[in-house]
């Protein structure tokens, strides 16, 4: 067996191992070497982080059988999207999709800081008090069912292979525990790296409560899409270590339950409709 037979044969399995691995690393290193002090609970945080996202798995397989691979064979089977429009060598094609799906996964989250109904659900996400691997699992049922719909619409426009969607979605899962890490490289390193992935550093200033902060350094995997249109910000004015994470009106750690984050969307919350330039 081949490793692309391998990988579409036990997609699932390597998912979960990337998963575990992802999760394993940032957190062993988190608890070495922690960039900043955690101000709240870590196991109330981390079950409440871990709930979600194991309710958002379960009902995005229940709901949208049709996600991923899935997706992109059934597009491949109708010879829909621009890729296939273009013609490109195989190796050209998988690169070019790769870049496609980054830039939609950028655009769909300048939309969810940008759109207010869309913000009320994302602002589960900018919540959280701490800054940590965990962080990254931290989204509302709606966002997460959201999200899969654009891929699933990027999908059927771009018209990747299922290779590279399966590689998408590899990178992706990995590189979220990586930008939302607790953690930090060394400032020489950290300028390098930047320069072609988001590192946890770049990542962090978006999760700031300074505004202005808060609406920049959108990308996922890629700081290009960032640089190219102007949402990058080096740093954030107060230092990393003097920075605030989440958001002014919910500053209360021990209120933000799992019940709660699951209504915070429905809730009139003087600041906390929309926060947009």
Request: hydrophobic share 50%; net charge neutral; charged share 15%.
């Given at each position: ?250 500053s209360d750690a021990n209120a933000l339950s799992y ?19």
């Open positions: 067996m081949d490793l692309k037979s391998f990988l579409f044969t036990f997609q699932n399995e390597v998912r979960l191992y990337v998963f575990l691995a992802g999760f394993g690393l940032f957190a062993l290193w988190e608890s070495f070497q922690p960039r900043r002090r955690l101000i709240a609970s870590t196991p109330k945080r981390w079950l409440t982080n871990f709930a979600l996202a194991i309710g958002n798995s379960l009902l995005i397989r229940m709901t949208l059988p049709l996600i991923g691979i899935g997706a992109a064979l059934a597009v491949e089977k109708q010879g829909w999207g621009l890729l296939k429009m273009l013609t490109l060598p195989g190796w050209q094609s998988f690169i070019v999709a790769l870049l496609l799906l980054d830039i939609a996964r950028y655009s769909q989250h300048v939309a969810l800081h940008k759109i207010p109904l869309l913000w009320r659900f994302h602002k589960v996400h900018h919540a959280d008090v701490d800054y940590d691997c965990t962080t990254g699992l931290r989204f509302h049922p709606f966002e997460a069912f959201f999200s899969e719909g654009i891929l699933i619409i990027a999908i059927a426009l771009i018209g990747p292979s299922p290779s590279a969607v399966l590689v998408f979605e590899i990178i992706y899962l990995f590189t979220g525990f990586l930008t939302h890490g607790n953690i930090g490289l060394p400032v020489r390193i950290d300028s390098m790296v930047r320069l072609f992935l988001v590192t946890p550093d770049m990542h962090r200033v978006h999760h700031s409560s300074v505004l202005a902060e808060t609406n920049s350094n959108y990308g996922g995997v890629l700081p290009w899409w960032d640089r190219l249109f102007g949402t990058y910000r080096a740093q954030p004015v107060a230092g990393h270590e003097g920075m605030t994470i989440g958001l002014d009106e919910y019940p709660h984050l699951l209504a915070m969307p429905f809730e009139s919350k003087p600041g906390s409709a929309f926060r947009s330039d």
